[in-house]
């Protein structure tokens, strides 16, 4: 008969027939039977999965970059509001009646620029005040330009406001 096989048929889960139709129904509903019987299939499963890792790698570097963004965003507000605090700050100016230095000859001014141009002609300060002066002018004028340098770099990070 065309419809059986010579000899029996065995599963590896324990199905056994010698009918051609039982056994190909067999092998498409077997949960036991190996995959390996198709190679399409298995490469095709192999790939799937390998894709499945590729995305669960993105998904994991997608939340990293999520993080990173939060940061900055988190960074830039900050760096907002001290750069809105400067800007007030600069609006404001400092406060009038606020005295900086006096000199020993009774020479007072709010403004720095006068004062030590008005330090390097008076007669009242002595030579080795004048050197002390001279230092510490050098001094404050490194920290303003660093000041400035910062300020401009602040500027120039938030653009146009």
């Not at 009646?97 to 009242?124: D, M, P, R």
Request: overall charge neutral; charged content about 30%; aromatic content about 4%.
């Amino acid at each position: 008969m065309s419809n059986r096989y010579k000899d029996a048929r065995v599963c590896e889960c324990g199905f056994q027939t010698t009918h051609r139709g039982a056994w190909s129904i067999h092998t498409r509903t077997c949960k036991k039977r190996p995959t390996a019987a198709n190679p399409v299939e298995t490469e095709l499963r192999e790939r799937f999965a390998s894709l499945e890792a590729h995305v669960a790698d993105k998904e994991e570097r997608i939340a990293s970059l999520e993080a990173h963004v939060a940061a900055i965003a988190t960074l830039e507000q900050m760096l907002g509001q001290e750069v809105e605090n400067t800007m007030e700050a600069r609006k404001r100016g400092r406060p009038r009646g606020e005295q900086i230095e006096s000199c020993a000859c009774g020479y007072v001014t709010e403004n720095k620029g006068n004062f030590w141009k008005h330090l390097q002609i008076c007669s009242y300060v002595v030579d080795g005040e004048k050197d002390q002066l001279r230092e510490r002018v050098a001094v404050l004028e490194q920290q303003l330009a660093a000041a400035l340098e910062r300020n401009a770099t602040l500027e120039q990070m938030l653009g146009p406001l």
